[in-house]
Nanobody, 119 residues
Framework: QVQLVESGGGLVQPGGSLRLSCAAS????????MGWYRQAPGKQRELVAT???????NYADFVKGRFIISRDNAKNTVYLQMNSLKPEDTAVYYC?????????????WGQGTQVTVSS
């Protein structure tokens, strides 16, 4: 069983910054991509950013130039540096990992961390 534990959410003023962290633990044979998704009230969950094991990054258009995803493979941890935050960034942010096991892959999700951008 693999667990993803997020941290770093909270309340921040517009224009501020937050850094989210997500650490994977448990019976891990290998991790392919890791990423962040978010879900605002009344909306569907949407992709924010992903990063491959080789470090290739992918961002949703609405965060390009503001958010930076990174990972520490030795620690099985992914980060999301969020800058120039806007009220519309308010959402629950979920960590995602694509894990490898015996020649196949499966996904794991974190429990989510609330990010609120408000003055």
């Amino acid at each position: 069983q693999v667990q993803l534990v997020e941290s770093g959410g909270g309340l921040v003023q517009p224009g501020g910054s937050l850094r989210l962290s997500c650490a994977a633990s448990g019976r891990i044979f290998g991790i392919n991509a890791m990423g962040w998704y978010r879900q605002a009230p009344g909306k569907q969950r949407e992709l924010v950013a992903t990063i491959t094991g080789g470090g290739r990054e992918n961002y949703a258009d609405f965060v390009k130039g503001r958010f930076i995803i990174s990972r520490d493979n030795a620690k099985n941890t992914v980060y999301l540096q969020m800058n120039s935050l806007k009220p519309e960034d308010t959402a629950v942010y979920y960590c995602n990992a694509v894990l490898m096991r015996f020649g196949s892959t499966y996904e794991a999700w974190g429990q989510g961390t609330q990010v609120t951008v408000s003055s």
